[in-house]
């Protein structure tokens, strides 16, 4: 899991990272330089845009809202961006919350958090499945990513990791690796609204987080099988195409 081909190094986006490598059904690895995850792409350097295109990426999903994009945008050459908006309600919750006068704790920004990864894999199924509908069409190498490439795209990545068949703990280990690699902007805080101890629940990850996303999942769709083939419109034959596209064929060819 800690494999060096994992992490580039890209210098304008630091959560970003190769899915290749994770066991997945039957014990057949995910390809490498196929499924790259990541933060917004709007600072990349040159060298960073040189490595892109070494990768061959040539599909970007994008699940900033649109304010987002149009404050960060990016243009590579060659790369076909799809606009899959799921907008930062945590941020609007918040500043309702200020605005009435409720102190923002830690505790409470959790709460937050929950409420949001419980939403989006409820409200937000629609923009996953339509994800999941490009991932189909074919396996050319491709990169998904939000604001910071840890919560939509969090569980953007778990989603896919646990229908190609990687283990929970695994999948775990890949969501929880944000807290390692990526870095908050050095404006973040800087208007003195929220305590440290808040923005830092605010811009990491927790097992809880993702832990309420499967929970709602198993509420509302009866587990994970069920919530593909109802919510995402991945059934039985759409799952095993998955996974003939995107882990190694049985001997290791890829």
Not at 10 to 30: C, E, I, K, M, V
Not at 33 to 51: I, K, N, P, V, Y
Request: hydrophobic share 40%.
């Amino acid at each position: 899991m800690h494999d060096p081909r994992r992490l580039p190094g890209l210098q304008g986006a630091t959560n970003f990272r190769d899915l290749g490598g994770y066991p997945g059904q039957d014990g057949r690895p995910l390809r490498w330089r196929r499924l790259f995850r990541s933060d917004h792409l709007g600072g990349l350097t040159e060298s960073d845009r040189q490595a892109m295109r070494s990768f061959g990426i040539t599909r970007a999903f994008d699940f900033r809202g649109e304010e987002e994009r149009a404050a960060q945008p990016y243009a590579l050459e060659g790369l076909r961006q799809h606009a899959l908006s799921i907008e930062p309600t945590v941020a609007q919750n918040m500043t309702a919350l200020i605005e009435a006068g409720e102190p923002l704790t830690a505790q409470r920004v959790t709460e937050l958090m929950e409420e949001l990864y419980r939403r989006l894999v409820d409200e937000e199924a629609g923009r996953y499945a339509e994800w999941f509908g490009h991932l189909l069409e074919d396996d050319s190498p491709l990169v998904f990513h939000c604001t910071a490439g840890k919560d939509r795209t969090g569980v953007a990545a778990a989603l896919l990791l646990r229908a190609l068949g990687v283990p929970h703990e695994v999948v775990e280990h890949d969501y929880l690796f944000t807290n390692q690699v990526y870095r908050r902007p050095p404006t973040a805080g800087s208007s003195g609204l929220l305590p440290e101890e808040a923005l830092q629940v605010l811009w990491t990850v927790q097992p809880r987080f993702l832990n309420a996303a499967f929970q709602g999942i198993e509420a509302t769709a009866g587990g994970l099988e069920g919530y593909l083939a109802q919510r995402l419109k991945v059934g039985p034959a759409a799952l095993a195409r998955l996974r003939q596209m995107y882990l190694e064929a049985p001997g290791g060819a890829a």
